[in-house]
């Protein structure tokens, strides 16, 4: 992750860039409104409750409840939406708190600038909960506003730990509801977790929650993983040689290629996914259903380059 400094250095350059003249001044919360389109979508209760009573303390001495501004851009005369700082506004929510709050108020109406300054201001907090994360990145992505290249200077991730980041929204949501509830955030176990079949994924959830998953289980669970198909179809025997590729294994990675780079065909193909198996992680899926889902969500193959057949 990026320090500190770098996340302040990118959000002083965003804000230049987009031109908007930034002032202290003491908002009444009532003016003061979330994002729609807000990156962070969780916030620990108990974290909340946390900074309230701390608020709590500030209000009882007659000062502002918050030390460090809100980060909010001026939508209209009686209302500012926040695009950094929504926790400290719901703290302040919880104590019923109707006086003014500390923001740091821009006037931008660049809607792009303002949602890359949104990102940079939760960006890098120790409290972003990595979903949100993912679900951040993914969706500027698919929008078209960033592209790969983009996100990763914007977060300062390599390229493989952007892919594993953005693999986490696909995840299904029982194992994302682990990360959200911060039981387990480590994205290899959690992407590992969600290659196993419904049911017995559920066994380890429980277990993962009460607090009985040990070494041992952990040992089960690596060589259950040994063999269950990965991305590419094939299992990962313990022990095993290199399997030789046949030509269905090749069409499918050549597929699953394509769909990596393509969003609308990949969202088609998650569709398709969803409605036969109940779920939308492709990796789950064998190389001949891919395929299958492949074709019944593309009409024109020609245009594609790519050769119908797929016998061994």
């Known amino acids: 992750m990026m320090g500190s400094k770098g996340l302040e250095s990118l959000l ?3 804000k230049e860039k987009s031109g908007a003249v930034a002032k202290l001044q003491e ?4 003016l003061l409104f979330p994002i729609e389109n807000q990156d962070r979508k969780h916030f620990d209760p108990a974290k909340l409750e946390e900074l309230a009573s701390s608020m709590r303390e500030r209000i009882a001495q007659g000062k502002l409840p918050n ?3 809100l980060s909010v851009y001026q939508e209209n005369d009686s209302r500012y939406l926040i695009e950094g700082g929504e926790r400290r506004w719901r703290a302040a929510k919880l104590l019923n708190y109707d006086g003014p709050m500390l923001c740091l108020v821009s006037y931008s109406t660049d809607e792009n600038e303002l949602s890359d300054i949104m990102f940079l201001s939760n960006f890098g907090r120790e409290d972003l909960n990595p979903i949100d994360l993912s679900n951040a990145l993914g969706d500027r992505i698919d929008s078209g506003n960033w592209d790969r290249q983009k996100a990763m200077a914007m977060t300062g991730l390599s390229k493989s730990s952007l892919s594993k980041i953005l693999r986490l929204r696909e995840l299904p949501l029982d194992v994302q509801q682990l990360c959200i ?3 387990r955030t480590d994205r290899e176990f959690l992407i590992d977790l969600a290659r196993l079949p419904d049911e017995g994924r559920q066994e380890y959830i429980q277990k993962i929650r009460d607090g009985s998953f040990n070494s041992q289980d952990q040992e089960i669970l690596k ?3 040994s063999e269950v198909p990965t991305a590419s179809g094939n299992k990962k025997a313990a022990g095993s040689g290199t399997r030789k590729p046949t030509k269905l294994s090749l069409k499918a990675a050549q597929l699953r290629q394509i769909a990596g780079n393509s969003t609308p065909i990949r969202k088609a193909i998650k569709a398709q996914c969803k409605s036969r198996f109940k779920h939308a992680n ?3 899926v064998t ?3 891919f395929v299958d889902m492949f074709a019944a969500s593309i009409s024109d193959w020609p245009e594609l380059g790519i050769d119908e057949d797929t016998s061994d």
């Open 27 to 30: 908002i009444p919360v009532a």
């Open 12 to 14: 002083k350059t965003a």
């Open 223 to 225: 060589n259950k993983l």
């Open 282 to 284: 492709l990796s789950l």
């Open 181 to 183: 509830d911060g039981v």
């Open 67 to 69: 030390v460090e501004p």
């Open 287 to 289: 190389d001949g259903e």
